[in-house]
């Protein structure tokens, strides 16, 4: 089973700022990393495929980036509505494995 | 609009049974890959199975295998999970999600199916 690590477990950032999302992944899982938004009550949405990837309708201020086992999402100008918690996914084989995820807060 | 509403999430005794169903829309359901993933209170994203578009591959994670059952019926456009000895750690929110592309990531998903396991 391949361990994915979010970092850190909470980030503050202002809004207008940048902030860096990170995930490890215990062994390489090449690209095939995505990367997922939820906001409380709500399902959580597709950001990112293939690591750096934006899906249909996700705003450029959000990027990805890495390959192997480290991997980054940049949101580059925080706004209001991107206060949420973030999750990384591997889909290199079948059993499919998400991090604990990173919950991002107005600081 | 592709819409995917899941149904079926209820409280259940330990090792009680269950079955979740998805009723899907706005897509060729029968192209797809569908999975269940699940979402323990307070907690993180768990993925539990999957189903080829044809029902021909099905996979499970370690947590469930042997005990919960993925189906679909394509005539019907719905993805089922038959969930067997019901556990408490089984207690989630249960989603039906939708493969982009058949390589394991999810751009659609339900808005979820409370399964609460308690005596």
């Known amino acids: 089973e391949i361990v994915m690590t979010q970092s850190p477990a909470t980030l503050s950032v202002s809004p207008g700022e940048r902030a860096t999302l990170s995930c490890r992944a215990s062994?390489?899982?090449?690209?095939?990393l995505a990367w997922y938004q939820q906001k409380p009550g709500q399902a959580p949405r597709l950001l990112i495929y293939?690591?750096?990837t934006r899906a249909t309708g996700i705003p450029a201020r959000f990027s990805g980036s890495g390959s192997g086992t480290e991997f980054t999402l940049t949101i580059s100008s925080l706004q209001s509505e991107d206060f949420a918690v973030y999750y990384c996914q591997q889909y290199n084989n079948w059993l499919y494995s998400f991090g604990q995820g990173t919950k991002l807060e107005i600081k | 609009e592709v819409q995917l509403v899941e149904s079926g999430g209820v409280v259940v005794q330990p090792g009680g049974s269950l079955r979740l169903s998805c009723a899907a829309s706005?897509?060729?359901?029968?192209?797809?890959?569908m999975h269940w993933v699940r979402q323990a209170p307070g907690k993180g994203l768990e993925w539990v199975s999957l189903?080829?578009?044809?029902?021909?591959?099905?996979y499970y994670a370690d947590s469930v295998k042997g005990r919960f059952t993925i189906s679909r019926d394509n005539s019907k456009n719905s993805l089922y999970l038959q969930m067997n000895s019901l556990r408490t750690e089984d207690t989630a929110l249960y989603y039906c999600a939708k493969d982009k592309t058949g390589f394991g990531y999810f751009d659609y998903w339900g808005q979820g199916t409370l399964v609460t396991v308690s005596s």
């Open positions: 189903i080829s578009w044809d029902g021909g591959s099905t």
């Open positions: 293939g690591a750096s």
């Open positions: 062994q390489s899982v090449s690209s095939n």
């Open positions: 706005g897509f060729t359901f029968d192209d797809y890959t």
